[in-house]
C-alpha cells in the first residue's frame, strides 16, 4: 500500500511539474512577443528623431530655432539609440531564454511570428475558479498521497514491535531398491545356481510447529522510527493545508491583476490615440513655428511612454490568463499519455501556446 501511495504521488507530481513547465513557456513566449514589439516601437521613434532632427536643421538653417534646440534634438536621438540597442540585447536574450525552455539547438533562433493577440476575459468569477482549482489539483492530491504512504510506512514500522507468530509444516519420503548377488557351486564344481533378490526400503518425515518472534529491546530504534514517520505524517497535514492556501493566493492574484490589466489597456488605447494626436498637432505648430522644440519632445516623450504602456498592459492580460490556466489545466498522470493542455470552460474551449 505504500509503494502504490508513493507511485500516486509521482504520478501528481509529474501532472504539477507539467503544468509550471506549460505556464514557464506561456510565459517566455509572451515576453518574447514583448521585447520583439518593444524593437518596434523604440525603432519608430528613432526614425522619429531623425526626422524632426532634420526639420530642426532646416529650421535652425533659416534663423527659425536656435542652436539649442538642434542640440537637444542630438542628445534625444543618441539616447533613443542606447534604448533600441538595449531593447536588441533583451529580444535576443528572449530568444535563447525561450529556445533553452524549449531544449532547441543552438542553431535554431525561435522567433514570434503572430502578432500578440490579447485574451479574451477570463470567463469564471473568482469563487468559481478556486472551486475549480481544488478539484482534483495534482499539487494537492500528491501531498495526499504523500500523506497515505507515510502512514502506511509508519504502520509497518510500528509493527516490528508487535510479537509474530508463525505456523510451519514440512513433509517429504524416500524409496530405494538394492539388487543383492548370490552364487552357489554345487557337484564338485561342476554346475552351480545364482539367485539374484532385491531389497526395497521406503521412508516417510512429517513435522509441524510453531515459531513466536518478539523484539523485547532495540533501544528505541525501530519505536523511534515510527514516531518520526507519524510527525512526517502531520507534517504532510500542514503541508496540505499550506498548499491550498498558497493555490487560492496565486488564483486571486491572477484574478484581480489580470481583472486591473484589461482596465488598463483599455485606459492605455485611449491614451496613445490622444498621445498620437497630440504628437501629430504639435509637430505641425513646430514645423510652422507656433510651438517650441521643447514642448515637441515632451509629446513625443508620452507617446513613446503610452505606447510601451498599452503594450505592457497588453502582455500582462495573457500573463495573468496564463497563470490563471496554470491552475485549472488537465495534465496526464502518465508519462506515457500524449499532452493535450486544453480547458473546457464555457461552450468555447480555452488554450494557450
Known amino acids: ?17 507539467l503544468r509550471s513547465l506549460q505556464l514557464q513557456v506561456s510565459e517566455a513566449y509572451y515576453q518574447l512577443q514583448q521585447d520583439e514589439q518593444l524593437v518596434r516601437v523604440y525603432d519608430a521613434n528613432l526614425r522619429n528623431d531623425l526626422v524632426i532632427l532634420r526639420d530642426t536643421l532646416d529650421l535652425k538653417q533659416a534663423g527659425l530655432v536656435p542652436r539649442l534646440d538642434v542640440l537637444r534634438r542630438r542628445a534625444i536621438q543618441a539616447s533613443d539609440e542606447e534604448t533600441l ?23 535554431v533562433t525561435p522567433t514570434p511570428s503572430d502578432p500578440i493577440v490579447v485574451q479574451p476575459r ?14 482534483g489539483n495534482p499539487e494537492l492530491e500528491a501531498i495526499l498521497a504523500t500523506r497515505t504512504a507515510l502512514a502506511q510506512q509508519s ?13 510451519f509444516a514440512s513433509g517429504g519420503g524416500s524409496s530405494s531398491q538394492t539388487s543383492l548377488g548370490n552364487f552357489d557351486i554345487g557337484g564338485g564344481g561342476c554346475c552351480g545356481s545364482t539367485a539374484l533378490p532385491l531389497s526395497t526400503t521406503n521412508s516417510w518425515d512429517w513435522s509441524a510447529g510453531l515459531t513466536l518472534t518478539w523484539l523485547l529491546f532495540d533501544a528505541g530504534t525501530t519505536a523511534g522510527q515510527a514516531r518520526a514517520l507519524a510527525k512526517r505524517e502531520a507534517a504532510a497535514a500542514q503541508q496540505y493545508a499550506a498548499t491550498r492556501n498558497d493555490i487560492r493566493l496565486r488564483i486571486e492574484q491572477a484574478f484581480f491583476n489580470h481583472e486591473a490589466s ?18 501629430r498637432d504639435v509637430r505641425l505648430r513646430f514645423l510652422t513655428g507656433l510651438d517650441s522644440e521643447l514642448n515637441l519632445s515632451n509629446t513625443q516623450d508620452r507617446l513613446l ?18 497563470k490563471l490556466l496554470r491552475e485549472l489545466l488537465p495534465m496526464p498522470r502518465d508519462p506515457n499519455l500524449p499532452i493535450q493542455p486544453q480547458l473546457q470552460l464555457s461552450s468555447s474551449p480555452v488554450t494557450q501556446p
Open 1 to 17: 500500500k505504500a509503494a502504490r501511495a508513493s507511485l500516486e504521488q509521482q504520478r501528481n507530481t509529474y501532472a504539477n511539474q
Open 85 to 107: 540597442i538595449q531593447a536588441l540585447a533583451d529580444r535576443a536574450v528572449a530568444r535563447r531564454q525561450l529556445a533553452v525552455l524549449l531544449n532547441l539547438p543552438a542553431s
Open 122 to 135: 477570463w470567463p469564471l468569477d473568482l469563487e468559481a475558479s478556486l472551486l475549480a482549482a481544488y478539484r
Open 155 to 167: 504502520q509497518a514500522t510500528a509493527a516490528g514491535l508487535l510479537p509474530k507468530l508463525s505456523l
Open 262 to 279: 484589461l482596465a488598463k489597456l483599455s485606459s492605455a488605447r485611449r491614451g496613445v490615440a490622444a498621445a498620437l494626436e497630440a504628437f
Open 305 to 322: 511612454n503610452s505606447q510601451v504602456r498599452r503594450l505592457n498592459a497588453t502582455v500582462n492580460v495573457n500573463i495573468t490568463y496564463a
